[in-house]
C-alpha cells in the first residue's frame, strides 16, 4: 500500500494505480483500491497515524497487488529445467577469451576456466549468446576492446529486519523521499526486506551497502511506522546490480533503457541480452533465441519457441495443498525440527514437486533437522543441492540455493559449520579443506555487513 498523508496525494496515487490497472488488463492480481485511514491502519497495524517527519495526519491509503518470489531458487529451477531439456550446465567456470575464426573474425567459442581447479578449456558453438548481466560489456571486451560500453549499472540496496515490522502479504511502498529515491518495506520469505532503488553503482562480483546507505533506508521507514526502527534489528544487508543498457547500435543513446535489448557486435558476430528484469525473462530468452536462429542460420533445425508455456522443474505435479502431502508422507516421527508444518509449506514453495526428494534424503539419512533455529531450511537440502542443484561450496548453499545469507546474517554463521560438515562428508574434505571451506565462507558472509561496523562474532563451542 501507499500511505497517504496530504489530501492531494488520494487522486494522484489513485490515478496512477488505476492507470496501472488498464494496463495490466485481465491479468491484474486484484484491483487496486482506496482504504480509509482506520481500514488502513487495520490491514498495517505499525503504520503511523501521524507521519513523523511533518505531522501530517494519515489521509488513508492506496492499495495494490503485485507478485514476488525467490530469486535464487527461480535461477537454478531455470538452469535444471535447461540441463533436463538437453542443455550442458555448468558453474564457477567463468568465460576468459573469446575464440574467432581467423578468416571471418567471428566468434566461434570461448575458453572456460574451472575456478575450483584453475583448468581451462575451449568449448565451441555456432552462435555465441553473451546473457553476463551488468557484466556484459566485460564479455564484449573480450572479442573488441573498443567495443562501445551499453551498461549503466544501477544499485539497489536492501536490509533485512524481523518479520513483525510489516504485516502479513501487506507491504509499504513511498515513491518519493526527501532526496526523490522509492523507498519500500515488504514481507519476504517470513521476514521483512526494506530498500531503495536506482543509486548510481560500480560493476563488482561483491557489491556492498554502506552504513549510509542503511541508515537512509531506516529513517525513510521510520516517519511511517509506529514500530521503534532500530538499527540492531538489520539482520542482513545487501546491494544488488541492475544493467540498465544502452543499444549500441541505435541513434539516441541519452537514456538507459529499463527494457531488455537484444544486440549483435559486428563482424564478431557474438549477441548480447540485456537489460530488463525478470518479470520479462521469457520475452527476452525467446527475442534472445529468435535472434541466435538468424544469425546462426538455424531455421530448418529450430522450431517456434515454446518457452512462453513451458513448466519448470517442480512445476508438473505441483497443487497449492501439495505441502500436506509432504507432511503426512514424512514417515519419521514428529520431533522438534523435523519436518512439520512450516517446513513442509517452504520445500514445496521452494522446490515443488522436488520437495519430496528432499524428504526422502531426510528420512534414508537422518537429516530433517532444522539447519538453524527459526528459519525452516534443513540439513538435506545441502546435500539435494550437491547432488542436483550444482551447488559446490557453502556459499552456493547459504546464498544462491537457499536466501538464508540475505535474510539473516548471523543465523548464516550458526548454521556454517554444519553445512560445512555435510558438504565435506558429501565430497570427502579432510580437516584442512573443512577450514578453507569454511573462513572463505566466512569472509563471504561479511559481504552483507556495511564495512566498518562491528558485529558479533560467531558462536565459541567448547572442545
Known sequence: MTPCYKWWEVPYYWAGMKAYDMVAGTRALHWSHYLTPSAAKSRFPTLCSHRKEDGNTLKGA????????????LAIIVA?????????????????????????GKVIGA?????????????????????????????????????????????????????YYSPEAVGMIVPKTKDGRVV???????????????????????????????QFILDAISDYLTVKVRRSDVQSAWSGIRPLALDPNAKDTASASRDHIVTVDRPSGLITVTGGK???YRLMAEDCINKAVSEGNL???????????????????????????VAQNYRVP?????????????????????????TKIAEDRGLGRRLVR??????????????????ETPEDFLARRTRLAFLDRLACRQALPKVVEIMGGERGWGRWRKKVEEERARVFLETFEAPGVAYPGPPQHSK
Not at 191 to 212: F, K, L, N, W
Not at 307 to 317: C, D
Not at 340 to 350: E, F, I, M, N, Q
Open 334 to 358: 514428529h520431533r522438534p525440527g523435523a519436518i512439520d508444518t512450516r517446513v513442509a509449506k517452504y520445500l514445496v514453495a521452494s522446490y515443488g514437486d522436488r520437495a519430496a526428494e528432499i
Open 111 to 163: 575458453t572456460v576456466t574451472d575456478k575450483l581447479t584453475g583448468k581451462s578449456r575451449n568449448v565451441y558453438a555456432k552462435v555465441i549468446v553473451n546473457a553476463g548481466g551488468p557484466f556484459c560489456d566485460q564479455i564484449r571486451h573480450l572479442g573488441d576492446p573498443n567495443a562501445p560500453p551499453m551498461i549503466t549499472p544501477s544499485a539497489g540496496v536492501h536490509i533485512t529486519l524481523p518479520d
Open 62 to 73: 492506496i492499495v495494490y497487488s503485485d507478485g514476488q518470489f525467490n530469486d535464487a531458487r
Open 80 to 104: 535444471c529445467s535447461a540441463a533436463l531439456a538437453g542443455a550442458t550446465v555448468i558453474n564457477h567456470a567463468p568465460a576468459t577469451k573469446l575464440i574467432k575464426d581467423p578468416s571471418s
Open 374 to 391: 527459526g528459519y525452516p531450511v534443513i540439513e538435506a537440502e545441502v546435500v539435494y543441492a550437491m547432488k542436483n542443484e550444482y551447488c
Open 299 to 325: 531455421d530448418k533445425a529450430a522450431g517456434p519457441c515454446i518457452t512462453e508455456k513451458l513448466p519448470l522443474l517442480g512445476a508438473h505435479e505441483y497443487w497449492p495443498a501439495l505441502f500436506t502431502e
Open 184 to 214: 519500500f518495506m515488504l514481507p519476504w520469505l517470513e521476514q521483512t526486506i526494506a530498500g531503495t532503488t536506482d543509486s548510481e553503482s560500480r560493476v563488482t562480483m561483491t557489491p556492498q551497502p554502506t552504513e549510509a546507505e542503511i
Open 278 to 280: 525478470w518479470t520479462t
